[in-house]
Protein backbone atom coordinates (compact mmCIF):
# COMPACT_ATOMS: atom_id res chain seq x y z
CA UNK A 1 0.00 0.00 0.00
CA UNK A 2 1.49 3.30 -0.91
CA UNK A 3 0.84 6.30 1.34
CA UNK A 4 1.46 9.87 0.06
CA UNK A 5 1.57 12.08 3.04
CA UNK A 6 2.86 15.51 3.17
CA UNK A 7 5.95 15.65 4.19
CA UNK A 8 9.65 17.75 4.27
CA UNK A 9 12.54 15.57 3.00
CA UNK A 10 16.03 15.75 3.86
CA UNK A 11 18.76 16.32 1.28
CA UNK A 12 19.75 12.46 2.35
CA UNK A 13 16.20 11.19 2.13
CA UNK A 14 15.39 12.78 -1.15
CA UNK A 15 19.02 11.13 -2.92
CA UNK A 16 17.31 7.45 -1.02
CA UNK A 17 13.90 7.62 -1.98
CA UNK A 18 14.35 5.77 -5.05
CA UNK A 19 16.30 3.00 -3.36
CA UNK A 20 14.20 2.60 -0.81
CA UNK A 21 11.44 2.60 -3.24
CA UNK A 22 13.53 -0.29 -5.15
CA UNK A 23 14.25 -1.86 -2.13
CA UNK A 24 10.08 -2.33 -1.30
CA UNK A 25 9.68 -4.07 -4.72
CA UNK A 26 8.96 -7.34 -4.69
CA UNK A 27 10.91 -8.75 -7.50
CA UNK A 28 14.10 -6.79 -6.23
CA UNK A 29 14.92 -9.31 -3.70
CA UNK A 30 14.66 -12.45 -6.15
CA UNK A 31 16.80 -10.26 -8.80
CA UNK A 32 19.67 -9.47 -5.71
CA UNK A 33 19.80 -13.64 -4.97
CA UNK A 34 19.82 -14.64 -8.55
CA UNK A 35 22.52 -12.24 -9.00
CA UNK A 36 24.07 -13.75 -5.90
CA UNK A 37 23.80 -17.41 -7.10
CA UNK A 38 25.60 -15.91 -10.48
CA UNK A 39 28.30 -14.56 -8.22
CA UNK A 40 28.75 -18.02 -6.83
CA UNK A 41 28.98 -20.05 -10.01
CA UNK A 42 31.38 -18.30 -11.37
CA UNK A 43 33.29 -17.64 -8.30
CA UNK A 44 33.35 -21.28 -7.68
CA UNK A 45 34.39 -21.71 -11.69
CA UNK A 46 36.82 -19.30 -11.59
CA UNK A 47 40.67 -19.56 -10.95
CA UNK A 48 39.90 -18.13 -7.29
CA UNK A 49 38.06 -21.40 -6.44
CA UNK A 50 39.81 -22.41 -3.88
CA UNK A 51 39.04 -19.09 -2.20
CA UNK A 52 35.67 -19.67 -2.34
CA UNK A 53 35.75 -22.86 -0.85
CA UNK A 54 38.10 -21.44 1.95
CA UNK A 55 35.60 -18.81 2.99
CA UNK A 56 32.91 -20.94 3.65
CA UNK A 57 34.68 -23.17 6.03
CA UNK A 58 36.22 -20.38 7.85
CA UNK A 59 35.75 -21.09 11.57
CA UNK A 60 33.86 -18.65 13.61
CA UNK A 61 33.76 -18.50 17.74
CA UNK A 62 31.61 -17.89 20.25
CA UNK A 63 33.05 -17.54 23.66
CA UNK A 64 30.89 -16.59 26.90
CA UNK A 65 33.16 -17.36 29.82
CA UNK A 66 33.83 -21.20 29.87
CA UNK A 67 31.50 -21.47 27.26
CA UNK A 68 32.56 -22.07 23.52
CA UNK A 69 30.96 -22.97 20.93
CA UNK A 70 33.31 -22.84 17.14
CA UNK A 71 31.67 -23.60 13.45
CA UNK A 72 32.26 -23.15 10.13
CA UNK A 73 30.84 -19.85 8.14
CA UNK A 74 28.97 -22.20 6.21
CA UNK A 75 27.21 -24.14 9.12
CA UNK A 76 26.38 -20.56 10.82
CA UNK A 77 24.88 -19.42 7.74
CA UNK A 78 22.51 -22.71 7.34
CA UNK A 79 21.73 -23.21 10.44
CA UNK A 80 21.56 -19.66 12.21
CA UNK A 81 20.58 -17.25 9.86
CA UNK A 82 18.03 -19.74 7.77
CA UNK A 83 16.64 -20.47 11.31
CA UNK A 84 15.71 -16.29 11.28
CA UNK A 85 14.40 -17.15 8.04
CA UNK A 86 12.53 -20.39 8.85
CA UNK A 87 11.47 -18.28 11.74
CA UNK A 88 9.87 -15.44 9.40
CA UNK A 89 8.28 -18.65 7.70
CA UNK A 90 6.63 -19.52 11.01
CA UNK A 91 5.41 -15.91 11.60
CA UNK A 92 3.79 -16.11 7.95
CA UNK A 93 2.56 -19.69 8.76
CA UNK A 94 0.32 -18.58 11.59
CA UNK A 95 -0.99 -15.11 10.20
CA UNK A 96 -2.12 -16.90 7.74
CA UNK A 97 -4.04 -19.90 9.77
CA UNK A 98 -5.34 -17.29 12.33
CA UNK A 99 -6.21 -14.25 10.26
CA UNK A 100 -5.56 -14.79 6.54
CA UNK A 101 -6.05 -17.08 3.71
CA UNK A 102 -6.34 -20.65 5.83
CA UNK A 103 -8.15 -19.50 8.36
CA UNK A 104 -11.40 -20.67 7.38
CA UNK A 105 -12.14 -23.97 5.74
CA UNK A 106 -13.92 -21.99 3.06
CA UNK A 107 -10.64 -20.19 2.09
CA UNK A 108 -8.03 -22.59 2.73
CA UNK A 109 -9.67 -26.04 0.69
CA UNK A 110 -8.24 -24.74 -2.58
CA UNK A 111 -5.11 -23.93 -1.57
CA UNK A 112 -4.25 -26.53 0.89
CA UNK A 113 -5.35 -29.17 -1.62
CA UNK A 114 -3.23 -28.32 -4.19
CA UNK A 115 -0.31 -27.83 -2.15
CA UNK A 116 -0.66 -31.62 -0.63
CA UNK A 117 -0.87 -32.38 -4.66
CA UNK A 118 2.29 -30.52 -5.19
CA UNK A 119 3.97 -32.14 -2.27
CA UNK A 120 3.13 -36.03 -2.76
CA UNK A 121 2.99 -36.56 -6.75
CA UNK A 122 6.60 -34.82 -6.84
CA UNK A 123 7.93 -37.11 -3.94
CA UNK A 124 6.51 -40.31 -5.67
CA UNK A 125 8.57 -39.18 -8.72
CA UNK A 126 11.67 -38.83 -6.94
CA UNK A 127 11.02 -42.52 -5.48
CA UNK A 128 10.30 -44.04 -8.22
CA UNK A 129 13.84 -42.43 -9.50
CA UNK A 130 15.95 -42.99 -6.56
CA UNK A 131 14.05 -46.00 -4.89
CA UNK A 132 16.23 -48.96 -3.28
CA UNK A 133 20.08 -46.42 -4.19
CA UNK A 134 21.64 -44.77 -1.53
CA UNK A 135 19.80 -41.51 -2.38
CA UNK A 136 16.99 -42.52 -1.94
CA UNK A 137 16.40 -40.11 1.00
CA UNK A 138 16.21 -36.89 -1.11
CA UNK A 139 12.26 -37.44 -1.94
CA UNK A 140 11.44 -34.31 0.09
CA UNK A 141 13.84 -32.10 -2.08
CA UNK A 142 11.45 -31.81 -5.31
CA UNK A 143 8.15 -31.31 -2.50
CA UNK A 144 9.34 -27.70 -1.70
CA UNK A 145 8.20 -23.91 -3.65
CA UNK A 146 10.35 -20.93 -2.63
CA UNK A 147 7.69 -18.39 -2.11
CA UNK A 148 9.87 -15.29 -3.06
CA UNK A 149 11.73 -16.28 -6.22
CA UNK A 150 7.77 -17.46 -7.34
CA UNK A 151 6.08 -14.26 -5.99
CA UNK A 152 8.75 -12.24 -6.90
CA UNK A 153 7.97 -13.80 -11.05
CA UNK A 154 4.51 -13.26 -10.08
CA UNK A 155 5.09 -9.83 -9.75
CA UNK A 156 6.43 -9.11 -13.08
CA UNK A 157 3.24 -9.60 -14.91
CA UNK A 158 1.40 -6.76 -13.06
CA UNK A 159 -2.46 -6.44 -14.25
CA UNK A 160 -2.12 -9.69 -15.66
CA UNK A 161 -2.30 -11.51 -12.51
CA UNK A 162 -5.85 -10.84 -10.40
CA UNK A 163 -4.52 -9.99 -6.84
CA UNK A 164 -6.32 -13.67 -5.70
CA UNK A 165 -4.09 -15.60 -7.90
CA UNK A 166 -1.39 -14.06 -5.62
CA UNK A 167 -3.01 -14.59 -2.10
CA UNK A 168 -3.47 -18.49 -3.77
CA UNK A 169 0.17 -18.80 -4.50
CA UNK A 170 0.93 -17.14 -1.14
CA UNK A 171 -1.79 -19.63 0.64
CA UNK A 172 -0.26 -22.61 -1.27
CA UNK A 173 3.40 -21.91 -1.21
CA UNK A 174 2.72 -21.41 2.56
CA UNK A 175 1.12 -24.54 3.13
CA UNK A 176 4.14 -26.11 1.21
CA UNK A 177 6.75 -24.65 3.44
CA UNK A 178 4.82 -25.95 6.36
CA UNK A 179 5.14 -29.22 5.12
CA UNK A 180 8.80 -28.52 4.48
CA UNK A 181 9.05 -28.16 7.95
CA UNK A 182 7.56 -31.12 9.17
CA UNK A 183 9.52 -33.35 6.70
CA UNK A 184 12.77 -31.70 8.12
CA UNK A 185 11.78 -32.26 11.83
CA UNK A 186 10.67 -35.80 11.24
CA UNK A 187 12.66 -37.06 8.06
CA UNK A 188 15.90 -35.15 8.41
CA UNK A 189 16.96 -34.96 12.24
CA UNK A 190 20.06 -36.37 13.24
CA UNK A 191 20.61 -38.25 16.30
CA UNK A 192 18.49 -36.92 19.31
CA UNK A 193 20.52 -35.81 22.84
CA UNK A 194 17.12 -35.84 24.83
CA UNK A 195 18.48 -33.66 27.70
CA UNK A 196 19.18 -30.81 25.33
CA UNK A 197 15.96 -31.16 23.63
CA UNK A 198 14.21 -31.00 26.95
CA UNK A 199 15.96 -27.89 27.40
CA UNK A 200 14.20 -26.49 24.47
CA UNK A 201 10.89 -27.40 25.53
CA UNK A 202 11.43 -25.77 28.89
CA UNK A 203 12.68 -22.46 26.77
CA UNK A 204 9.32 -22.89 24.59
CA UNK A 205 7.30 -22.87 27.63
CA UNK A 206 8.62 -19.63 28.96
CA UNK A 207 7.76 -18.00 25.44
CA UNK A 208 4.27 -19.61 25.77
CA UNK A 209 3.61 -18.32 29.20
CA UNK A 210 5.49 -14.88 27.91
CA UNK A 211 2.57 -14.49 25.59
CA UNK A 212 -0.45 -15.83 27.75
CA UNK A 213 0.45 -13.79 30.32
CA UNK A 214 0.67 -10.64 27.75
CA UNK A 215 4.13 -10.06 27.23
CA UNK A 216 4.28 -7.84 24.10
CA UNK A 217 8.27 -6.94 24.08
CA UNK A 218 10.14 -7.93 21.31
CA UNK A 219 13.49 -8.00 23.40
CA UNK A 220 11.91 -11.01 25.90
CA UNK A 221 11.01 -13.59 23.02
CA UNK A 222 14.45 -12.31 20.85
CA UNK A 223 16.55 -13.37 23.95
CA UNK A 224 14.57 -16.26 25.27
CA UNK A 225 14.56 -17.82 21.33
CA UNK A 226 17.74 -17.28 20.41
CA UNK A 227 19.90 -17.39 24.03
CA UNK A 228 17.82 -20.72 24.63
CA UNK A 229 15.85 -22.67 22.23
CA UNK A 230 17.45 -21.96 19.24
CA UNK A 231 20.81 -23.12 21.22
CA UNK A 232 19.13 -26.44 22.95
CA UNK A 233 18.19 -27.12 19.87
CA UNK A 234 21.31 -27.04 18.46
CA UNK A 235 23.20 -28.71 20.49
CA UNK A 236 19.89 -32.09 20.58
CA UNK A 237 20.56 -33.20 17.20
CA UNK A 238 17.22 -31.67 15.98
CA UNK A 239 17.63 -28.81 13.15
CA UNK A 240 18.13 -25.05 15.01
CA UNK A 241 15.70 -24.02 12.38
CA UNK A 242 12.44 -26.04 13.65
CA UNK A 243 13.32 -23.71 17.15
CA UNK A 244 12.51 -20.86 14.47
CA UNK A 245 9.38 -22.01 13.25
CA UNK A 246 8.27 -23.19 17.09
CA UNK A 247 9.53 -19.66 18.27
CA UNK A 248 7.68 -18.00 15.71
CA UNK A 249 4.13 -19.31 16.99
CA UNK A 250 4.66 -18.10 20.21
CA UNK A 251 5.04 -14.43 19.34
CA UNK A 252 1.34 -12.89 20.21
CA UNK A 253 -0.97 -12.53 17.27
CA UNK A 254 -3.62 -9.97 18.86
CA UNK A 255 -3.89 -6.18 19.26
CA UNK A 256 -3.67 -4.84 22.39
CA UNK A 257 -6.63 -2.18 21.35
CA UNK A 258 -9.30 -2.61 18.88
CA UNK A 259 -9.72 -0.31 15.65
CA UNK A 260 -12.63 1.46 17.54
CA UNK A 261 -10.71 2.32 20.34
CA UNK A 262 -7.23 3.31 18.57
CA UNK A 263 -9.82 5.74 16.31
CA UNK A 264 -11.24 7.18 19.12
CA UNK A 265 -7.52 7.80 21.42
CA UNK A 266 -6.26 8.91 17.92
CA UNK A 267 -8.50 11.77 18.19
CA UNK A 268 -8.86 12.31 21.07
CA UNK A 269 -5.26 13.05 20.78
CA UNK A 270 -4.94 14.99 17.64
CA UNK A 271 -7.42 17.39 19.39
CA UNK A 272 -5.43 17.58 22.37
CA UNK A 273 -1.94 18.44 20.30
CA UNK A 274 -3.68 20.46 17.94
CA UNK A 275 -5.26 22.58 21.23
CA UNK A 276 -1.62 22.80 22.88
CA UNK A 277 0.34 25.91 23.00
CA UNK A 278 2.83 25.80 19.85
CA UNK A 279 6.27 26.95 20.15
CA UNK A 280 7.91 29.71 17.96
CA UNK A 281 10.91 27.90 16.75
CA UNK A 282 11.31 24.01 15.61
CA UNK A 283 11.25 22.33 19.03
CA UNK A 284 7.81 21.47 20.28
CA UNK A 285 6.82 21.66 23.73
CA UNK A 286 6.83 19.56 26.44
CA UNK A 287 3.26 18.47 26.33
CA UNK A 288 3.28 18.41 22.60
CA UNK A 289 6.23 16.08 23.20
CA UNK A 290 3.79 13.78 25.90
CA UNK A 291 1.43 13.65 23.23
CA UNK A 292 2.81 12.41 20.59
CA UNK A 293 4.41 9.88 22.79
CA UNK A 294 1.14 8.71 23.70
CA UNK A 295 0.09 8.85 19.94
CA UNK A 296 3.10 6.09 19.11
CA UNK A 297 2.40 4.07 22.36
CA UNK A 298 -1.53 3.78 21.09
CA UNK A 299 -0.44 2.89 17.53
CA UNK A 300 1.72 -0.06 18.70
CA UNK A 301 -0.92 -1.30 20.79
CA UNK A 302 -3.08 -1.37 17.43
CA UNK A 303 -0.71 -3.63 15.64
CA UNK A 304 0.40 -7.13 16.39
CA UNK A 305 3.30 -8.24 17.71
CA UNK A 306 3.27 -10.70 15.19
CA UNK A 307 3.07 -8.47 12.60
CA UNK A 308 5.66 -6.32 13.13
CA UNK A 309 8.32 -8.30 13.98
CA UNK A 310 7.11 -9.77 10.30
CA UNK A 311 7.79 -6.17 9.11
CA UNK A 312 10.76 -5.33 10.65
CA UNK A 313 12.50 -9.37 9.68
CA UNK A 314 11.59 -8.60 5.80
CA UNK A 315 14.32 -6.69 4.46
CA UNK A 316 16.92 -8.26 6.79
CA UNK A 317 15.85 -12.03 5.00
CA UNK A 318 15.43 -10.34 1.74
CA UNK A 319 18.51 -8.47 1.28
CA UNK A 320 20.80 -10.46 3.86
CA UNK A 321 19.65 -13.89 4.76
CA UNK A 322 18.31 -15.49 1.10
CA UNK A 323 21.32 -13.64 -0.92
CA UNK A 324 24.56 -15.07 1.72
CA UNK A 325 22.54 -18.64 1.75
CA UNK A 326 22.35 -18.15 -1.99
CA UNK A 327 26.36 -17.28 -2.23
CA UNK A 328 27.35 -19.98 0.05
CA UNK A 329 25.14 -23.22 -1.58
CA UNK A 330 25.44 -22.46 -4.99
CA UNK A 331 28.76 -22.33 -5.80
CA UNK A 332 28.78 -25.61 -8.14
CA UNK A 333 31.79 -26.80 -9.78
CA UNK A 334 31.13 -27.43 -13.38
CA UNK A 335 34.44 -28.68 -14.53
CA UNK A 336 34.08 -31.85 -16.77
CA UNK A 337 30.07 -31.85 -16.65
CA UNK A 338 27.68 -32.48 -19.01
CA UNK A 339 23.96 -33.55 -19.69
CA UNK A 340 24.91 -36.89 -18.29
CA UNK A 341 24.29 -35.12 -14.59
CA UNK A 342 20.96 -34.23 -15.27
CA UNK A 343 20.57 -38.14 -16.25
CA UNK A 344 21.28 -38.91 -13.09
CA UNK A 345 18.59 -40.78 -11.31
CA UNK A 346 18.66 -37.80 -8.21
CA UNK A 347 18.66 -35.28 -11.52
CA UNK A 348 15.85 -36.86 -12.74
CA UNK A 349 13.84 -37.56 -9.67
CA UNK A 350 14.43 -33.69 -9.11
CA UNK A 351 13.54 -32.18 -11.75
CA UNK A 352 10.92 -34.25 -13.24
CA UNK A 353 9.76 -34.17 -9.60
CA UNK A 354 8.84 -30.43 -10.07
CA UNK A 355 8.36 -29.93 -13.27
CA UNK A 356 5.91 -32.63 -14.06
CA UNK A 357 5.28 -33.66 -10.27
CA UNK A 358 4.36 -29.72 -9.24
CA UNK A 359 1.99 -29.35 -12.30
CA UNK A 360 0.45 -32.75 -12.01
CA UNK A 361 -0.16 -32.44 -8.33
CA UNK A 362 -1.09 -29.21 -8.46
CA UNK A 363 -3.28 -29.08 -10.77
CA UNK A 364 -5.11 -32.26 -10.94
CA UNK A 365 -5.99 -32.10 -6.97
CA UNK A 366 -7.25 -28.15 -7.66
CA UNK A 367 -9.58 -29.54 -10.59
CA UNK A 368 -10.94 -32.29 -8.41
CA UNK A 369 -12.23 -29.90 -5.72
CA UNK A 370 -13.62 -27.41 -8.03
CA UNK A 371 -15.32 -30.27 -10.03
CA UNK A 372 -16.50 -31.68 -6.99
CA UNK A 373 -17.75 -28.59 -5.58
CA UNK A 374 -15.35 -28.21 -2.72
CA UNK A 375 -14.00 -25.36 -4.10
CA UNK A 376 -13.49 -22.35 -6.50
CA UNK A 377 -10.96 -20.88 -8.47
CA UNK A 378 -9.89 -17.59 -7.08
CA UNK A 379 -12.13 -14.36 -8.00
CA UNK A 380 -11.26 -13.21 -11.86
CA UNK A 381 -8.72 -16.33 -12.69
CA UNK A 382 -8.78 -18.55 -15.21
CA UNK A 383 -7.29 -22.03 -15.24
CA UNK A 384 -4.16 -20.89 -17.32
CA UNK A 385 -3.61 -18.83 -14.76
CA UNK A 386 -3.55 -21.70 -12.10
CA UNK A 387 -0.99 -23.55 -14.80
CA UNK A 388 1.23 -20.98 -14.87
CA UNK A 389 1.36 -20.66 -10.97
CA UNK A 390 1.63 -24.58 -10.85
CA UNK A 391 4.92 -24.03 -12.61
CA UNK A 392 5.91 -21.14 -10.77
CA UNK A 393 5.70 -23.43 -7.37
CA UNK A 394 8.35 -25.71 -9.13
CA UNK A 395 10.75 -23.38 -8.14
CA UNK A 396 11.95 -24.86 -5.16
CA UNK A 397 15.10 -22.65 -5.16
CA UNK A 398 15.88 -22.06 -1.30
CA UNK A 399 14.00 -24.84 0.43
CA UNK A 400 14.74 -27.15 -2.04
CA UNK A 401 18.56 -26.20 -1.59
CA UNK A 402 18.09 -26.24 1.85
CA UNK A 403 16.59 -29.48 2.02
CA UNK A 404 19.42 -30.67 -0.07
CA UNK A 405 21.99 -29.95 2.42
CA UNK A 406 20.01 -32.23 5.05
CA UNK A 407 19.45 -35.09 2.74
CA UNK A 408 22.71 -36.16 1.11
CA UNK A 409 26.33 -36.45 3.09
CA UNK A 410 28.00 -37.20 -0.54
CA UNK A 411 29.27 -34.07 -2.06
CA UNK A 412 28.98 -35.55 -5.26
CA UNK A 413 25.42 -36.00 -5.17
CA UNK A 414 24.61 -32.73 -3.29
CA UNK A 415 26.80 -31.24 -6.49
CA UNK A 416 24.51 -33.05 -8.36
CA UNK A 417 20.84 -31.85 -6.51
CA UNK A 418 22.00 -28.83 -7.17
CA UNK A 419 22.43 -28.74 -10.32
CA UNK A 420 19.05 -30.19 -11.11
CA UNK A 421 17.64 -27.47 -8.54
CA UNK A 422 18.68 -24.87 -10.39
CA UNK A 423 18.70 -25.69 -13.89
CA UNK A 424 15.05 -27.18 -13.17
CA UNK A 425 13.78 -24.09 -11.20
CA UNK A 426 15.28 -21.40 -13.70
CA UNK A 427 13.38 -23.71 -16.23
CA UNK A 428 9.95 -23.25 -14.43
CA UNK A 429 10.08 -20.45 -13.68
CA UNK A 430 10.35 -19.45 -17.35
CA UNK A 431 7.58 -21.39 -18.61
CA UNK A 432 5.37 -20.30 -15.71
CA UNK A 433 5.70 -15.96 -16.29
CA UNK A 434 5.66 -17.20 -20.34
CA UNK A 435 1.66 -18.84 -19.43
CA UNK A 436 0.99 -16.27 -17.38
CA UNK A 437 2.26 -13.53 -20.07
CA UNK A 438 1.12 -15.06 -23.14
CA UNK A 439 -1.79 -17.10 -22.18
CA UNK A 440 -3.94 -14.43 -19.91
CA UNK A 441 -5.50 -11.68 -20.82
CA UNK A 442 -4.70 -8.11 -18.54
CA UNK A 443 -7.44 -7.25 -16.51
CA UNK A 444 -9.79 -4.47 -16.55
CA UNK A 445 -10.37 -2.19 -13.66
Do not use: C
Not at 167 to 181: C, H, K, M, R, S
Not at 427 to 444: H, M, N, V
Request: glycine share 8%; charged share 15%; proline share 4%.
Amino acid sequence: MKINIKRRYTPIERLLNPLNHLLQNQSTSAIITFFAVVLAMVWANSRWSESYEALWHTPLALTVGSFSITQTLHVLINDGLMAIFFFSVGLEIKREIFGGELSSPKKAILPISAALGGMLVPALIYVFFNQGTSAEGGWGIPMATDIAFSLGILSLLGKRVPISVKIFLTALAIVDDLGAVLIIAFFYTSDIFVNDLMWGFVFLLILLLGNYVGIRNQLFYSIISIGGLWMAFFFSGVHPTIAGVLAAFTIPGRVKINEKLFLRNLDTLTNMFRKANPNDNEFVTNDQMEILETIKEVSMDAATPLQKVEHSLSGFISFIVLPLFALANTGIQFQGEGLSVLMHPVSLGIGLGLIIGKFVGIVGLSKLMVSLGIAELPDRSTWNHIYGVAFLAAVGFTMSLFISELAFSDDRIIQISKISILFTSALAGLIGYLILRFKTKPLQD
